[in-house]
């Protein structure tokens, strides 16, 4: 499953579709965008398609993240845990396979090195912190670690995502962590524009019958933590949620796959530096041409 996918009739009609939490938070920040990785997944000639580009960061994320995995599905028996070497070298190998499409950005390769070993001592920290205070690991019914959930049907939308980490506390109340390893967002950013929060709160409480007390996010990177408490009412988690996925509906059905989607209103991301089709040459905020240009002069 990806960002986006459309569920269509015999006929080609689009009769629903299915979102992940990144293809909301891209939709939010720039629908068109989202048009965009849609077209280079399923028409990567279309000349809209956005070109194939990943960020090294993001990458250092993944690797991060699949260290975590192994720590904690040790505590479960499932597999041996790996060797900080080993995600050294499936990092380093994944980046020669396509040197050309990897975006360095600021750091150098030394530099990456360095975060993805403070980002697996953050994480080995975090882990071996929660274990002394009573967190348990070792039981796959009170700790699920990176399970994809996929939601009914709600108006024609499906939402999708995988939590890093659902745990009981020791206090016995349900806890959702997030790894991050990118620059750290401030908690009022989190608690006013935070989706990931709200949907896999949303999803725990659909798929596992669950109600999640708190939404945790680590920048493993950084040491920082920070926590917010979530509604006790899922109904007002859900309308956030339903209020992105019927707008992803109505630009799908409305507008259609073919024509640029128009930008949202409250964030973008218009430059070379966050956006591939610009990078590229392509778009460059063609809507509304004059105010783009504006802000870029
Ligand atoms: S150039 Fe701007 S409007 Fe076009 S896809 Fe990129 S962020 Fe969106």
């Given amino acids: 499953m990806r960002s986006l996918d459309l569920t269509e009739d015999e006929n080609g009609k689009v009769i629903g579709i299915s979102v992940s939490q990144s293809g909301m938070a891209q939709f939010m920040r720039c629908p068109e965008s989202l048009r965009r990785l849609w077209l280079a997944h399923h028409m990567p000639d279309h000349p809209d398609a956005t070109p194939w580009w990943v960020d090294v960061s993001a990458l250092v994320g993944s690797a991060v993240h699949e260290w975590v995995h192994s720590v904690i599905e040790d505590f479960q028996g499932m597999r041996v845990e790996m060797s900080a070497n080993e995600v050294h070298d ?4 994944t980046i020669e396979e396509d040197e050309q499409g990897y975006r360095w950005g600021k750091y150098t390769r030394e530099q990456v090195a360095t975060r993805i070993d403070q980002g697996l001592a953050g994480a080995t920290g975090v882990i071996n912190e929660m274990y002394d205070l009573g967190y348990d690991f070792s039981d796959t019914k009170t700790c699920i670690a990176e399970r994809h959930f996929t939601s009914s049907t709600y108006d024609r939308v ?16 349900w ?11 401030k908690e009022w950013q989190l608690s006013r524009h935070g989706l990931q929060d ?4 949303f999803l725990a409480g659909e798929q596992l019958g669950i109600f999640a007390d708190s939404f945790t996010w680590h920048w493993l990177n950084e040491g920082q933590v920070t926590t917010v408490m979530l509604d006790p009412d899922p109904t007002g988690w859900f309308r956030r949620i339903e209020m992105i996925g019927q707008s992803m509906l109505t630009m799908v059905e409305e507008v259609g796959m073919f ?3 128009p930008l ?13 089709s610009y990078a590229a040459g ?14 870029m002069d």
Avoid: R
């Avoid at 392509?282 to 802000?295: E, F, K, L, V």
């Fill in 198 to 201: 709200k949907l896999y709160a």
């Fill in 282 to 295: 392509q778009c460059q905020g063609i809507h509304p041409a004059a105010t783009h240009q504006q802000q």
């Fill in 90 to 93: 499936w990092f380093w190998a």
């Fill in 175 to 185: 806890e959702i962590f997030d790894w991050k390893t990118g620059s750290v967002k």
């Fill in 158 to 173: 499906i939402y999708h995502g995988t939590p890093d980490l659902i745990i009981m506390s020791p206090k016995g109340t």
């Fill in 259 to 261: 024509t640029p989607w």
């Fill in 264 to 276: 949202s209103i409250n964030d973008w991301h218009c430059s070379p530096k966050w956006c591939p």
